[in-house]
């Protein structure tokens, strides 16, 4: 009898909610690097959060979720809270902080990314955010970088052919290095692409070229040289 009912619940759940559940191919994960985003953009662009410090290291920015080969459309109406990810603040504060000016706590940018990315993902406020950052430290581009021996440095240009394949070199796959704009030779970030369940780097079904000069920059990131700019609205934004 029990059985019947669950068997019958499920059943119905099944067909009530199979056309609402957004069918997610994979991820397309996006990491900011804090040196040449900050090495490139005008004086002013880069500062210090108001809450937390970034790590000198990939920043997550946004993991957006494709069906095919575009963004999901799928999206539920769920708004941002951010009492989800409470236990996790930390983590967020450190990789994924908003370095833009005005000086922020990150919740802006949270917040549109959820709206963007995470209400399309088919997961809910806490594990979009838990599983970004999980990713974003098993794939560990930074220390798989230096271990390829592309290390920051202001003086030394690598040519981009070779940051491709170091990534290649470990993950089987080719990322898309991120130089801001065409022919940009400062590294500001890159994406890889990463399962439905955001647990392993896949191979990109579509990847585009990239808009790096074939020689670039890796800028060191110094957390300590952002400026401290704060403004009023910013500070309504904290809590
Ligand atoms: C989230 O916080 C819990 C508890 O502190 C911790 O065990 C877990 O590793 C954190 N998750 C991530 C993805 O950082
Ligand atoms: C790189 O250049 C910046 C800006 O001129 C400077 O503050 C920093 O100390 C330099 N870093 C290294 C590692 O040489």
Known sequence: MATHSGLALFVIALACCASLVPA???????????????????????????????????LV?????????SPSSSCSNVPFNINEVQSNL????????????PSNNGRRLWESVWQQDGRCSGLSIREFFLRALA???KANVIDVLDWKGILPSNY???????????????????????????????VQGLHLCVDSAV??????????VSNC???????????????????????????
């Open 24 to 58: 997610v191919d994979y991820f397309r994960l996006v990491l900011l690097w804090p040196g040449g985003f900050c090495a490139t953009n005008a004086q002013g662009q880069c500062c210090k959060p108001q809450t937390g410090y970034p790590r000198v290291d990939f």
């Open 213 to 239: 000069a074939s020689r670039v920059y890796f800028d060191p990131f110094m957390p300590d040289l952002l400026q401290e700019r704060y403004s009023y609205t910013s500070f309504l934004d904290s809590e």
């Open 90 to 101: 930390t983590d967020l504060y450190n990789y994924w902080p908003s370095i833009r000016c």
């Open 156 to 186: 030394t240009t690598y040519a981009l052919s070779e940051v491709e394949r170091a990534i290649n070199e470990v993950f089987g796959v080719t990322a898309y290095i991120d130089c801001g704009s065409t022919t940009g030779n400062r």
């Open 61 to 69: 920015n946004r993991l957006i979720p494709y069906t095919g080969s």
């Open 135 to 137: 990713i974003r430290s």
């Open 199 to 208: 647990s392993n780097v896949i191979a990109c079904p579509t990847r585009p």
